[in-house]
T-cell receptor, first 108, second 116 residues
Framework: DAKTTQPPSMDCAEGRAANLPCNHS???????VYWYRQIHSQGPQYIIH???NNETNEMASLIITEDRKSSTLILPHATLRDTAVYYC?????????FGAGTTVTVRA | DTGVSQDPRHKITKRGQNVTFRCDPI?????LYWYRQTLGQGPEFLTY????????KSRLLSDRFSAERPKGSFSTLEIQRTEQGDSAMYLC??????????????FGPGTRLTVT
């Protein structure tokens, strides 16, 4: 059963910010929001995770709404190498349930 | 940090043969996971080890599949009597002990299995 909803695809211009939405309206209080991405023919790569507060690291920022029912992953300056499938996952244990994700294509 | 490694990267086998894949996790990681990914789909959880103990197996892991992690280091995934439906990418991941970010999993490059 899908816990998250993401758009199937989106395009982004190189150098611009990419904002990837995710809905998780049934998230429970102890579930984290995780973002992973998978570049073609590689294993998934951890990007960022959060519980309630917004988070930022060297790769991206994660904005979680106050009710925690949705979140946005922000890639501040997209490059061609950011072209990948991006997965939004909610989990409170070791089992990550990947959905279909959002295929992000960064165009020059 | 040398990353998670998997061997082989590609395997082609005939239906009915047995295959074994190996995963070497990041050295200080005590948790190890196997996932399977078919074309166009996200990875699906198969099984989880904490040290040498296999703590969970998905229903996807039929009795033809067996995974081991002797001594809590590397892990092997064996598929007996392979079927064409077993064709997929088999991914291994590991994570470190502790709290907070323990579920930050680091994935290997995967082993692509093709059953002919």
């Amino acid at each position: 059963d899908a816990k998250t909803t993401q758009p199937p695809s989106m395009d982004c211009a190189e150098g611009r910010a990419a904002n990837l939405p995710c809905n998780h309206s049934t998230i429970s209080g102890n579930e984290y929001v995780y973002w992973y991405r998978q570049i073609h023919s590689q294993g998934p790569q951890y990007i960022i995770h959060g519980l309630k507060n917004n988070e930022t690291n060297e790769m991206a920022s994660l904005i979680i709404t106050e009710d925690r029912k949705s979140s946005t992953l922000i890639l501040p300056h997209a490059t061609l190498r950011d072209t990948a499938v991006y997965y939004c996952i909610v989990s409170n244990d070791y089992k990550l349930s990947f959905g279909a994700g959002t295929t992000v294509t960064v165009r020059a | 940090d040398t990353g998670v490694s998997q061997d082989p990267r590609h395997k082609i086998t005939k239906r009915g043969q047995n295959v074994t894949f190996r995963c070497d996790p990041i050295s200080e990681h005590n948790r190890l996971y196997w996932y399977r990914q078919t074309l166009g789909q996200g990875p699906e959880f198969l099984t989880y080890f904490q040290n040498e103990a296999q703590l969970e197996k998905s229903r996807l892991l039929s009795d033809r599949f067996s995974a081991e992690r002797p001594k809590g280091s590397f892990s092997t995934l064996e598929i007996q009597r392979t079927e064409q439906g077993d064709s997929a990418m088999y991914l291994c991941a590991s994570s470190r002990p502790g709290t907070g970010s323990i579920y930050e999993q680091y994935f290997g490059p995967g082993t692509r299995l093709t059953v002919t």
